[in-house]
């Protein structure tokens, strides 16, 4: 590059809407975009007053919980704060916080939520294991939840956090409660129904910010843009008899839902996603713990996967329970996942439900994604 590095200061005004009230804050984000000459160019653009209806303004909404009280942020880079007043008098705080789409990545984060209670940083290949998949409104997240292993705070009580993460093409959003251990655990669904009352609309990225964007990695770390939303395109797919299309989140390609004896349900959801998702060894783990089963060894993979014999294709069958007849690990509910590798993209054909209901459904799902390839 003939320049040197230039360093591109904005500020973004954003109004957030709630559902009790309307309230507009202001945040600073930067971006940088680097080269191998010495010396840095500043650029300044002027502010713009953004209104509630402006088309480039986000627009956040909520369903606040009973018993969490709203305050003014302890930070700009927040977009909003509540507490919660937990036992023993410590109270549990609760943050909302945009950060523009930048290199560093999840494990990053990961590890400096873990060094805040004390544990020791994650491995790149263990972040899967230790992610949960949560609904962020309409989108899917993933939850991560640290417990620190000796008592922190003022040497009587241990300290926990949950931190749920959203990536957008633009901005990745963090939601995270921390505090008194036995609190947080007692607020854990009431967060992640928070979580699920979440309405997001960001602007589109202005097109003087794209050559910037495209240089930068993904906030996953290691690659070039920030992870895209599947295309919803769908395939030329046979739909087994029994299943009725389904609403579901804007992730997804399709959802469907069937139904069995009594009051059995499953659900089945297509998605699609650039590259790889996340080892097959993490997926297990993280499927079988949306189950209430546990994690298990690396050399127990073959128990709870099996390849698909498509020609041509690449794709792999995970059951949560146990791929073998008469070996199944018991639950009420049971996930079956196609995972089909294909033209750099990667397919998730997820049924989820009753165990016998998934069970009984096992070869319609075999059949219905190889009739999508």
């Avoid at 993933?142 to 093409?169: C, N, W, Y």
């Avoid at 607020?187 to 202005?206: A, D, G, N, W, Y």
């Avoid at 189950?291 to 995970?318: F, H």
Wanted: proline share 6%; aromatic share 8%.
């Amino acid at each position: 590059m003939q320049n040197p590095s230039n360093i591109l200061s904005f500020f973004i005004s954003k109004q957030v809407i709630r559902r009790v009230s309307a309230v507009g804050t202001v945040a600073i984000a930067s971006l940088g975009v680097g080269c191998k000459e010495e010396g840095i160019q500043s650029y300044r653009i002027p502010t713009e007053t953004y209104t509630a209806t402006s088309p480039t303004a986000p627009v956040v909404s909520w369903a606040a919980p009973g018993g969490w009280l709203e305050t003014a942020s302890s930070s700009s880079m927040r977009y909003a704060s509540f507490v919660i007043k937990g036992l023993h008098g410590h109270d549990v705080d609760v943050s909302i916080t945009p950060l523009p789409a930048m290199r560093g990545g999840e494990l990053e984060n990961v590890n400096r939520w873990r060094g805040q209670v004390g544990l020791d940083p994650l491995a790149a290949e263990e972040l899967d294991k230790e992610a949960e998949e949560v609904s962020i409104g309409e989108y899917e997240g993933r939850m991560f939840d640290m417990t620190s292993e000796e008592a922190v705070i003022h040497g009587e009580h241990h300290q926990r956090i949950l931190a749920a993460t959203l990536t957008k093409p633009a901005t990745v959003w963090f939601f995270k409660m921390m505090g008194v251990a036995e609190t947080v655990g007692e607020q854990k669904q009431v967060f992640q129904e928070f979580l699920e009352s979440i309405s997001i609309r960001e602007p589109e990225i202005p097109a003087m910010t794209l050559p910037m964007m495209s240089g930068m990695g993904s906030p996953h770390g290691g690659g070039s843009s920030a992870p895209a939303a599947p295309s919803q395109a769908q395939p030329d797919w046979e739909i087994p008899e029994g299943w009725s299309p389904a609403a579901g989140s804007s992730m997804r390609i399709a959802t469907f839902n069937v139904s069995g004896d009594e009051s059995a349900s499953a659900e089945i959801a297509v998605t699609k996603f650039p590259g790889t998702v996340g080892t097959l060894h993490g997926n297990i783990d993280r499927w079988r713990g949306q189950v209430g089963l546990g994690p298990i060894q690396p050399d127990q993979v073959g128990r709870y996967s099996r390849k698909l014999e498509w020609d041509g294709v690449d794709a792999t069958l995970v059951d949560t329970s146990g791929v073998q007849e008469g070996e199944r690990d018991p639950a009420t509910r049971r996930l079956i996942t196609i995972m089909v590798n294909k033209d750099g993209h990667m397919w998730f054909f997820k049924m989820s439900g009753d165990r016998d209901l998934v069970g009984q459904q096992e070869e319609n799902l075999i059949q219905f994604a190889k009739s999508a390839q």
